[in-house]
């Protein structure tokens, strides 16, 4: 029988380190090779890069619209089916898309992709991790981001070089053959014995809240301001990095370091992640939640106050490298932390689609703010103040959570309450 909320199980390394390796498969072999799919599809079917770019938002527009039933379908045990059959569905979407041979049938593999995805990235594994160890979810969180940040080190490479050795529609085979033989594997093996309900800590937790209803949870203030934190800060981080090169350039730096920045700050949010899966034990998490957001705007502000140029290039690829990084365990623990763990999934799966109407909107948004007269700056500087207005939401959540915990306990002594 699958087993229903009950003990908290003991932390399953095995069982982490696994998921990890599903996580840069997916990330890698799908989100980070379609930009080097672009050019050779590009050629083939006569599209523009406007048609061809298109596709992808498709993909995250299915995506953020599956995100909520993909989430219910987790907090109702079923995570197993889900995330396997996510990896069946991107394997064969893959493999369509080496068939490709009109505008549709490119839209319609990346719709399907899309769809997958919902059911295979960090949301859906995310809630499994919460829902299966309550106690060490944060730690799971942190190791699955860190292979997951290493993908467009490893497949960026490895995609090129199949595209160039096989072509890029041979190259599809095996990019579906590592989902078809890797990643539907573990999911089925590693996922077995779901929980039909999140597993229950095994002893009271200093963030244990009341049981509530999944409708209630969406009308509550905590869940509202870490929906406003999430999908603020989802528009400031997608709108840079398509902007990144000419913000560069257009303040004068050489072409050596409009490359080294970019890359630079992926290395970064490696390393962020990785300071924080060996030293977060040693400090409070809800004063690291408070602190890590800061990075963003602090990045900001020294990109602004320096024109990137010289040591303000170097800090704001310190401070928003690592605040990235770290961000995503942000982002990813929120929910848990301060709304419910119970039904993580389906609250995650609730801002599914906000957050890719903004990761889709920033960077239109961000060219439409630059001019020749000022460049970027304005754009920076509304990403500035959008995201100092995350960090006030975030902290705003943390303390309605506190007063919903402590209310509880106030009322325990009402003789009317139950």
Same mark, same amino acid.
């Given at each position: 029988m699958t087993p229903a909320a009950g003990p908290a199980l003991s932390y399953d390394r095995r069982m982490v380190g696994w998921l990890s390796v599903g996580q840069l498969v997916t990330w890698g072999s799908v989100f980070y090779t379609f930009a080097l799919l672009m050019e050779p599809v590009e050629r083939e079917l006569g599209l523009s890069r406007a048609q061809s770019s298109l596709?992808?938002?498709?993909?995250?527009?299915?995506e953020g619209l599956l995100a909520w039933p993909v989430g219910r379908l987790i907090d109702r045990g079923h995570e197993r089916a889900v995330m396997t059959l996510g990896s069946l569905a991107v394997a064969l979407c893959l493999f369509l898309h080496s068939f490709v041979s009109s505008v549709a049938g490119f839209y319609a593999v990346w719709l399907g992709l899309g769809a997958a995805l919902s059911a295979t990235l960090y949301n859906p594994v995310f809630a499994v991790v919460t829902r299966r160890f309550p106690? $060490?979810?944060?730690?799971? /969180?942190? +190791?699955?981001?860190?292979? %997951?940040?290493?993908?467009? +080190?490893?497949? =960026?490479? *490895?995609?090129?070089?199949l595209i160039h050795a096989l072509g890029w529609r041979q190259?599809?085979?095996?990019?579906?053959?590592?989902?078809?033989?890797?990643?539907?594997?573990l999911h089925a093996r590693w996922l077995r014995g779901a929980p039909r309900r999140a597993i229950a800590p095994a002893t009271a937790s200093t963030d244990a809240r009341p049981s509530h209803s999944l409708a209630h949870h969406l009308r509550s203030a905590p869940f509202l301001l870490i929906g406003v934190f999430v999908v603020v800060m989802m528009a400031v981080t997608a709108a840079l990095p398509a902007h990144m090169i000419?913000?560069?350039?257009?303040?004068?730096?050489?072409?050596?370091?409009?490359? /080294?920045?970019?890359?630079? =700050?992926?290395?970064?949010?490696v390393l962020g992640r990785l300071l924080l899966f060996f030293f977060e034990s040693r400090? $409070?998490?809800?004063?690291? #939640?408070? *602190?890590?957001p800061c990075l963003i705007p602090l990045g900001l502000a020294a990109l602004l106050a320096g024109g990137g140029q010289g040591v303000w290039a170097l800090l704001f690829v310190l401070l928003? %490298? *690592?605040?990235?990084?770290?961000? +995503? =365990?942000?982002?990813?623990?929120? =929910?848990?932390?301060?709304?419910?763990?119970?039904?993580?999934?389906?609250? #995650?799966?609730a801002l599914g689609l906000p957050q890719a109407a903004a990761r889709a909107v920033a960077p239109l948004a961000l060219g439409l703010l630059w001019s020749r007269e000022v460049g970027y700056r304005t754009g920076l500087a509304w990403l500035l103040g959008t995201s100092v207005l995350a960090v006030l939401a975030l902290w705003l959540a943390q303390r309605s959570s506190s007063r919903a915990r402590a209310q509880p306990a106030a009322n325990s002594s009402t003789p009317d309450e139950k």
């Open positions: 596709a992808f938002s498709l993909a995250l527009l299915a106690h $060490d979810f944060r730690r799971a /969180i942190i +190791t699955l981001t860190f292979l %997951g940040g290493l993908a467009s +080190t490893v497949f =960026i490479p *490895l995609s090129a070089w190259a599809l085979w095996v990019l579906a053959a590592l989902q078809l033989l890797v990643c539907a594997p000419s913000l560069l350039r257009e303040n004068g730096l050489s072409e050596a370091w409009v490359v /080294i920045i970019p890359a630079s =700050i992926g290395v970064i949010q400090f $409070d998490v809800h004063l690291a #939640n408070r *602190l890590i928003y %490298g *690592l605040g990235n990084g770290m961000l +995503t =365990i942000v982002k990813g623990t929120a =929910i848990a932390q301060y709304v419910s763990r119970e039904h993580v999934a389906s609250l #995650n799966g």
